[in-house]
């Protein structure tokens, strides 16, 4: 991220969560051993918790191999986080990667691998209503 923890892209990462019914929480920058190594955590119900570390990169291609390598000690802090923290129902840890060409990709780290997480169909998206066109005049 940047020294300013790159807001624009937490805050849209923030209102698609939220878009998705989860509530979520922003963790202030520093590390802290009580904190999860998170930029947010999003909660749906009790048995959901998503921690959520974000980063942004400029590089168009973009595969697990990749991401373990380039953020292989967020990776780490996350098995160490999912490690202490094993009786918690439903805790997920992500990095969500941010491209200004492909917006949000998301990787999901667990005990022993790196798995991307997939996007939603294009036919699971919600539709949303035509704006309507202005008349009288041309385009």
């Given amino acids: 991220m940047t ?20 509530t979520v929480r922003v963790i202030p920058s520093g590390f802290n051993k009580r904190l999860p190594p998170a930029h947010l955590v999003a909660s749906r119900g009790s048995d959901e ?3 959520i570390k974000i980063r942004k990169i400029s ?13 292989h000690l967020d990776i780490v802090q996350f098995r160490k986080h999912l490690a202490r923290h094993t009786g918690e129902p439903g805790l997920r840890c992500e990095i969500w990667i941010y491209s ?7 990787f999901e780290i667990q005990k022993d691998i790196v798995r991307e997480i997939p ?8 539709v949303l209503p035509k704006s309507p066109v202005p008349s009288g005049g041309s385009a």
Avoid: M
């Fill in 3 to 22: 020294s300013r923890r790159g807001t624009l892209i937490e805050d849209g990462a923030r209102e698609l969560l939220q878009v998705h019914g989860y």
């Fill in 59 to 71: 590089h168009l291609s973009l595969t697990v191999d990749i991401v373990q390598g380039k953020y």
């Fill in 49 to 51: 918790t998503r921690c």
């Fill in 119 to 126: 996007k939603p169909a294009p036919d699971n998206l919600p």
């Fill in 100 to 106: 200004l060409y492909y917006g949000f990709r998301c």
